[in-house]
């Protein structure tokens, strides 16, 4: 007769398991209790033991397979019973040939002219204040203090872009000291190229422990409600204690 081996149920809240290596291989012949093969849960590695004796006739799902609970795995029988056959594959479904298409109905749509609207009011642009500049004397100089210009070397300003107050548009130290430059911003269109960073190292798969834990650790986070306490202490004694027996 041939027995079935399933996933067992190791846990009442184990739902899937991985067969790490079979202990057994096929053509072995297998006692009740003998140790078929090690099967990873989320908490341990444990030995998964025959619970029908004769010989280990197929092996299902091989090594590092993982399966649900009650899986097949494999099969354990006498040497001359019949192995069942694999699942038939699924029948494919019928092809509904499609309907005839429904006759078009032509609707009658009146088209209605719109009324013609009054052309707005073109409205005229605001004046746009002139920015001010600094004054260009004969030669293209401008017009600045010697004190005004030290300042704007020193601080790496442009006088052209600095307006000057004093007479006939005279550059000031104030007019150093109270300039803002604008921003300066990179042109449009042109990006930083991207630096290539290289990582040495390989992914490796989570063990089955470690994603039970992982999951419980989030859920303990999304599902448990936390409070968090805080209290505060007056030291101020203790650091005078402190201070005496350091003097």
């Not at 190791?10 to 099967?39: C, F, H, N, P, Q």
């Not at 908490?43 to 004796?53: F, G, W």
């Amino acid at each position: 007769m041939i027995h079935e081996v399933t996933m067992p149920a190791m846990g009442a809240d184990m739902t899937e398991g991985t067969v790490v290596k079979w202990l057994k291989s096929e053509g072995d012949e297998v006692a009740r209790g003998d140790k078929l093969a090690e099967i990873e849960t989320d908490k341990t590695v444990v030995e998964m033991e025959a619970y029908n004796a004769g010989i280990l006739r197929r092996i299902v799902l091989g090594d590092g397979t993982k399966a649900p609970v009650g899986s097949l795995l494999a099969y354990i029988g006498a040497a001359d019973d019949v192995l069942p056959e694999a699942d038939d594959p699924p029948a494919a479904a019928p092809v509904e040939e499609p309907d005839e298409p429904e006759p078009a109905v032509e609707l009658q749509v009146e088209t209605v002219a719109p009324e013609p609207q009054p052309a707005p009011e073109s409205v005229a642009p605001a004046p746009v204040a002139a920015t001010p500049s600094a004054p260009m004397v004969e030669g293209g100089r401008i017009k600045a203090s010697p004190l005004a210009r030290r300042l704007a070397r020193e601080s790496g300003y442009d006088l052209v872009a600095i307006p000057g107050t004093g007479p006939g548009g005279r550059i000031t130290r104030d007019d150093v000291l109270g300039f803002t430059p604008a921003p300066a911003f990179a042109p449009s269109g042109v990006a930083a190229a991207p630096t290539a960073v290289t990582v040495d190292g390989s992914d490796i798969e989570l063990t089955t422990m470690r994603q039970a834990i992982a999951r419980v650790t989030v859920r303990s986070k999304t599902e448990a409600p936390h409070y968090y306490v805080t209290s505060g202490v007056d030291m101020t004694e203790a650091m005078s204690f402190r201070a005496q027996l350091n003097a």
